[in-house]
T-cell receptor
C-alpha cells in the first residue's frame, strides 16, 4: 500500500533550535509539495518540486525556511532558527503530474506536528 | 490568482440524513480539477471525490456526490445517509491541469454528525 511517509510525526522544540522534517514521496511520483496548516491561515503551500527541481517556494519565509530534494526518495523542510509562530502541522504530499489530462491524485502524508516553545 | 471559498465554517446533520457542503472558486482558467478532501481528527488528508472541469457529468463515489456548476464556479459536496465516521473537516480544493499544478484549498467546513 503506497503512501507518503513523514518524519517526525511529532516534534516539540525550543525557540531558536533547528528543525528538519523529512518526507518520502510515493515511489514514481515526480511532484512533491510542502503545506503548512494552522488554525488562522488554514492550508498554505510553502513549496513544491517537480523532478526534484523547485518550482515554487514563494509561500516560504526565505530567511528561516529551506526546502530541498537531495534525491527522488527524500524531500526535506528545514527551519532555522525556529520560532513559536512556526508551530503548525506540516504536510508533505506527492503526485504524478505530467501536465496532461491525467487527473492524477495528490496524496498526503500524515503530517508532522511541530510545537515551538 | 485562483481562490477557493467555503462559506460554512461549521455544519451539523443527523445521522442517516443528507447534508450539502458549499464551495465556490474563482479562476479565469477553463481546464482544472476540483477536489473534496476529508480531514478527521487524526489530521490525515483523505481524498473524497474528484471532478474534472471538462466533464459535465457530476462525480459520485458511493454516498458522496458533487453538484458542479462550471458557469457559476460552484462545487458542492452532498453526503447521503450520513454516518458517524463522516465527522471531519472537509476541504474543497482546486488544481490547474496545465501550468502551476499546486492545490489551492478553501478554509474548510467542520462537519458534525449527531447520533
Amino acid at each position: 500500500d503506497a503512501r507518503v511517509t513523514q518524519t517526525p510525526r511529532h516534534k516539540v522544540t525550543e525557540m531558536g533550535q533547528e528543525v528538519t522534517m523529512r518526507c518520502q514521496p510515493i515511489l514514481g511520483h515526480n511532484t512533491v509539495f510542502w503545506y503548512r496548516q494552522t488554525m488562522m491561515q488554514g492550508l498554505e503551500l510553502l513549496a513544491y518540486f517537480r523532478n526534484r527541481a523547485p518550482l515554487d517556494d514563494s509561500g516560504m519565509p526565505k530567511d528561516r525556511f529551506s526546502a530541498e530534494m537531495p534525491d527522488a526518495t527524500l524531500a526535506t523542510l528545514k527551519i532555522q532558527p525556529s520560532e513559536p509562530r512556526d508551530s503548525a502541522v506540516y504536510f508533505c504530499a506527492s503526485g504524478l503530474v505530467p501536465g496532461a489530462y491525467s487527473g492524477n491524485t495528490i496524496y498526503f502524508g500524515e503530517g508532522s506536528w511541530l510545537t515551538v516553545v | 490568482a485562483q481562490t477557493v471559498t467555503q462559506s460554512q465554517p461549521e455544519m451539523s446533520v443527523q445521522e442517516a440524513e443528507t447534508v450539502t457542503l458549499s464551495c465556490t472558486y474563482d479562476t479565469s482558467e477553463s481546464d482544472y480539477y476540483l477536489f473534496w478532501y476529508k480531514q478527521p481528527p487524526s489530521r490525515q488528508m483523505i481524498l473524497v471525490i474528484r471532478q474534472e472541469a471538462y466533464k459535465q457529468q457530476n462525480a459520485t463515489e458511493n454516498r458522496f456526490s458533487v453538484n458542479f456548476q462550471k458557469a457559476a464556479k460552484s462545487f458542492s459536496l452532498k453526503i447521503s445517509d450520513s454516518q458517524l465516521g463522516d465527522a471531519a473537516m472537509y476541504f474543497c480544493a482546486y488544481r490547474l491541469i496545465q501550468g502551476a499544478q499546486k492545490l489551492v484549498f478553501g478554509q474548510g467546513t467542520r462537519l458534525t454528525i449527531n447520533p
